[in-house]
């Protein structure tokens, strides 16, 4: 198993663009996260999804960002348009309900937004 | 609200030394904790959790309910331990929330 598998590893754009980050999770697991790695404000959990249902999105920052799950088997975070501000590490984590609620993570995007 | 609260940005020790990654936590129920930890250049991996009360790479962490906190401690730091630690918790309730703190970077040195 490849574990979480993430893309772009590095994606470097310029303010107002269109950014697309992408997850696949590991085969079999329910519950899909997203979270958003800061100097100052450390992991942020923006959204989670349970058997492709969002369940959570209170840590989303603002309208400029949406995340689908069209299948258990591809996620995707959406920045639409980009800021300066948004530049960080971006890691994707996936589990199981009967994996004693233990996340495996991606090795996460980093973005930078000029 | 669930809350993890980690006040150490840096904590820098020698090798050999004892090291105690502070850990406090804000939540009404039953929690359930948790240590990450991120080597350089590596993803971010379970350290150890609460109840299986086990230790790993020398680690120990214990959960104090009456103080709410889950403190990461170790006797004698080792150079390999240097790395991002963050404490997390999950809350109860069917949902498998996993809430981080902003993290500790321990470094050791020689």
Known sequence: DAGVIQSPRHEVT?????????????????????????????LELLIYFNN???????????????AKMPNAS??????QP???????????ASSTTSGANVLTF?????LTVL | ????????????VFKGA??????NYSYSG??????????????????????????????????NKGETSFHLKKPFAQEEDSAMYYCALMGSGGYNKLIFGAGTRLAVHP
């Not at chain 1, 991606?106 to 980093?110: F, K, M, T």
């Not at chain 2, 004892?18 to 850990?23: G, T």
């Open chain 1, 106 to 110: 991606g090795a996460g995007s980093r």
């Open chain 1, 14 to 42: 310029e303010m107002g663009q269109e950014v697309t980050l992408r997850c696949k999770p590991i085969s079999g697991h329910d519950y899909l996260f997203w979270y958003r790695q800061t100097m100052m404000r450390g």
């Open chain 2, 1 to 12: 609200a669930q809350r993890v609260t980690q006040p150490e940005k840096l904590l820098s």
């Open chain 1, 74 to 79: 591809f996620s995707t975070l959406k920045i």
């Open chain 1, 52 to 66: 492709n249902v969002p369940i959570d999105d209170s840590g989303m920052p603002e309208d400029r960002f949406s």
């Open chain 2, 18 to 23: 004892p090291v105690e990654l502070k850990c």
């Open chain 2, 30 to 63: 039953s929690p359930e904790l948790f240590w990450y930890v991120q080597y350089s250049r590596q993803r971010l991996q379970l350290l150890l959790r609460h109840i299986s009360r086990e230790s790993i790479k020398g680690f120990t962490a214990d959960l």
């Open chain 1, 82 to 92: 980009s800021e300066p501000r948004d530049s960080a590490v971006y890691f994707c």
